[in-house]
């Protein structure tokens, strides 16, 4: 892993691109009919199979489509939800193989790309989040992704707040409100990129003008994936680079010690007579 974690969204790929460099195909679940980005091992453009499609009602007059993936690496599973009927069936002797349609095909429903055909996905997250990052936090980014993917847009605010929240809780920031934390945290990690502070900060200072955090009603799409993204690498300088910075140094310590001998190590590290 690295700083340029990618998340799932074309609307995510705008900070991101600043930051990380990535291409806006790497933002997407699906590439094409045959190949995905996997939101569990983590690798971009990888082969996949559609292993069943099933549907239900949605509302009286519409159908909602169910898809289940599995990524041709790590073998795991994701479920994908769409209002759009995007499988093409293939007979072969005796079997029946299911196919997502080509992107020449897709036009025709009015679709542009293969994943614009999909409103909701489990995992919620583009890729999972690594288990560094505190449960509690993880949960919350979680939810307001699941809040946003359904247009719920009040719950996946009061999500994003919460995050901030207790994440000033554990790194022992202060604050009456919103701002004041981000501040705070800002303060208290000069470590981790001081722009991400400032996009959480200036959301808020561009959305809202009101002047107490319990009666603010919360934010559009549009800044809430602005939002996510910036907190996907905040949480990630925070806990996961620190923690991968620490064992590539043990492994490259290790190293030096089968190849150069104790001698090598520091005096802090030399074994005690």
Request: overall charge neutral; proline content about 3%; glycine content about 4%.
């Amino acid at each position: 892993l690295s700083s340029s974690v990618s998340f799932s969204g074309d609307g995510l790929y705008l900070i991101s691109a600043a930051f990380s460099g990535c291409r806006p195909f790497d933002r997407k679940y699906f590439i094409d009919e045959h190949v995905y980005n996997c939101p569990f091992c983590n690798r971009r453009h990888v082969r996949y199979v559609l292993l069943s499609q099933d549907k239900f009602d949605w509302t009286e007059t519409k159908d909602c489509h169910i898809y289940r993936c599995e990524c041709q690496s790590c073998g795991k599973k994701s479920m994908h939800l769409s209002y759009y009927d995007v499988t093409r069936t293939a007979f072969n002797y005796n079997t029946t193989t299911l196919w997502f349609l080509a992107k020449e095909e897709l036009h025709n429903l009015g679709l542009k790309e293969l994943d614009d055909a999909f409103f909701f996905s489990v995992p919620t997250s583009f890729f999972v989040m690594n288990d560094e990052i505190p449960r509690k936090l993880r949960d919350l980014v979680t939810e307001a992704e699941g809040c946003l993917k359904s247009n719920f847009l009040t719950g996946a605010s009061a999500c994003i707040r919460k995050v901030v929240y207790e994440l000033a809780v554990l790194e022992g920031a202060t604050g009456e409100n919103y701002e004041d934390r981000i501040k705070s945290l800002k303060a208290k990690r000069p470590d981790v990129e001081g722009s991400y502070f400032d996009t959480l900060l200036s959301v808020q200072q561009v959305t809202s003008d009101k002047v107490h955090e319990n009666s603010y009603d919360g934010w559009d799409a549009k800044h809430i994936k602005l939002l996510l993204t910036t907190l996907h690498e905040t949480l990630n300088e925070l806990y996961v680079l620190p923690s991968l910075k620490k064992e590539n140094r043990r492994k490259v310590l290790e190293l030096k010690e089968t190849i150069l001998g104790s001698k090598s190590l520091p005096d802090s590290k030399q074994p005690k007579g």
